[in-house]
């Protein structure tokens, strides 16, 4: 494949997600904008975190618990700064900083990013489907249950805290899906490392 049809299939990706973005993003209404905010804000779930965690401790043990919440720890961490290197590696802007994206009428929900004008990839996706996917595998280490329930509510939490992130015009699709799926990718390594690790230290 040559140059120019390089430059032109990603040339039509780029358009095809910038368009599809704001036919997402164009969903909002005031009535929404306020939960999509609240899923935005990951300072909100700190207590979230804190409740699974203590579940952990509850249902495998605390030495069970403890290797799991290592991996859950450890999912975070590497999803965060393999997020940080991307995002300066591609250099993409945000929605919110894309003159295209605003001239179409993008809407915003709490203005700006105060952090950040890169966006690629989303590290709120990969967070939280990273935890999500990390925290459901680590209660899978109790053979009494297998925490369908559990998988399904953090994983539609997980997916509701993404959606959030092109409703508040922070991520273009794109940034989302990779990043679900690093963080899906991260969240199901470090639980098989815990689950080794609870295996072969027979905790």
Known sequence: ?????????????????????LAINSLHSPATDVIWQTFSDKEIWFPLYFIV???????????????????CVLTIVVCDQL????????????????????????????????YY???????????????????WLGLRNDSRLRYRGYGWGICIWALMVSLSRIFAGQH?????????????????????LSRLAIRRLRL
């Open 1 to 21: 494949m040559d140059s120019t049809a390089t430059i032109g299939f990603w040339g039509a990706l780029e358009q095809a997600d910038k368009t599809a973005t």
């Open 53 to 71: 965690l203590v579940f952990l401790f509850i249902r495998l043990g605390w030495k069970k618990a403890l290797a799991v919440t290592l991996g």
């Open 83 to 114: 997020a940080n290197f991307t995002k300066e590696f591609f250099g993409r802007l945000r929605p919110c900083f894309d003159e295209y994206m605003l001239g179409c009428g993008l809407h915003e929900i709490g203005g700006k990013s105060e």
């Open 117 to 135: 004008n890169l966006g690629f990839y989303s590290a709120h996706a990969a967070n939280s489907f990273g935890f999500a996917i990390s925290s």
């Open 172 to 192: 273009f699709l794109g940034d989302i899906i990779v990043g679900s799926a690093v963080g899906i990718l991260a969240g199901w390594g470090m639980a098989s």
